[in-house]
């Protein structure tokens, strides 16, 4: 792998995170430059390269963009945000050799094994299965989800759409609230809950349920508020989300054999970790009745590092730029 210097970007519904990275020859990425900027203050993503050049930065010929979004093709339109986000355009604004769009939730993933073990933080003790796939997921604006699959002594990342699967509740109360959203969703995925976005959906529901005025907005102020606890529609609210994410969590697993390990990433899950370090959060991922035992000493971690998207960018890049 070349010590080329790479644009890489890590760019969500709400926040573009822009950096120049270097590989070394131990595989380790270094950042410099970095900048975090929110989407709605840009029309595009072109314009948030140019703000981050404005202090004379210097373009380097490689860019690597990690998206909120399926990938694939040239253009890349965001599930959650208006902005479109074509390679070519970029490419030839820029003077680019080479621009490469990965889901943001790949970029994830291969930044995993590149991370050392205090950039994470163990939910569920385990031991990882020599030469088995780990699943990396989370919440952040959406509900991204990647396998990483060990090749040999390179990693192979699969990208998925895993978070727009539809949402299955477990408990009574999870119940009620699905047919409240349901009511404004014709489909309901586990994106539409568990997620910034979802949380407010919750927080709403809640509150209908209750016969409470939902005075509060975004997961801004309803995470603030549940850890307060200055709100029980706010904490009921991130309690069903959590709980609902570690259904998702051990469902992945079971899909596609991830006995060697999950990580579970992005900027809800950082700040609403405390609901995380909980025997219920533990108990509801791996309870899955007559299988359970399959889950048992898979080890469950989450990833504390807030620039993992766009230091796994970095392994996207062509291995020899023309």
């Not at 970007?9 to 990425?29: E, F």
């Not at 200055?230 to 989300?241: F, T, Y």
């Not at 809800?268 to 791996?286: H, I, K």
Request: a negative charge.
């Amino acid at each position: 792998m070349s010590s080329q210097a790479i644009l890489v970007g890590d760019v969500g519904g709400t926040n573009v995170r822009l950096a120049i990275a270097h590989i070394d020859s131990n595989q380790q990425v270094e950042l410099s430059h970095v900048e975090r900027m929110p989407v709605l203050s840009f029309p595009s993503l072109e314009e948030a390269i140019e703000a981050w050049q404005a202090d004379g930065r210097i373009l380097p010929s490689t860019a690597v963009f990690a998206l909120a979004g399926p990938t694939g093709a040239d253009e890349v339109r965001f599930t959650n945000s208006s902005w479109l986000v074509s390679a070519s355009a970029t490419k030839a604004r820029f003077g680019f050799d080479h621009v490469t769009l990965v889901n943001d939730f790949a970029a994830q993933a291969r930044a995993v094994p590149s991370n050392n073990e205090d950039a994470f933080e163990t939910l569920i003790e385990g031991e990882a299965q020599a030469g088995a796939p780990i699943v990396v997921l989370g919440p952040g604006t959406g509900l991204g989800m990647a396998l990483l699959v060990p090749d040999g002594r390179e990693w192979r990342v699969l990208s998925t759409e895993g978070g727009h699967q539809a949402y299955a509740p477990v408990s009574p109360r999870e119940r009620q609230i699905l047919e409240v959203v349901a009511e404004d969703l014709p489909y309901v995925s586990y994106e539409n809950l568990v997620s910034g976005l979802g949380l407010d959906r919750l927080y709403k529901a809640i509150a209908k349920l209750e016969g409470r005025v939902a005075r509060l907005k975004g997961g801004d102020e309803i995470g603030p508020a549940a850890i307060a606890g200055d709100d029980p529609s706010a904490v009921e609210a991130v309690e069903v989300m959590i709980q609902s994410l570690a259904t998702f969590a051990g469902n992945a697993i079971l899909a596609t054999g991830a006995r060697g390990g999950c990580v579970i990433a992005g900027g809800v899950s950082e700040a609403l970790a405390p609901f995380m370090r909980t025997s219920e959060f533990v108990a509801r991922l791996l309870g899955r009745g007559p299988v359970s035992g399959y889950l048992s000493g898979i080890p469950v971690r989450r990833a504390r590092n807030a620039f993992a998207a766009l230091e796994g960018a970095a392994f996207f890049a062509p291995k020899h730029p023309a």
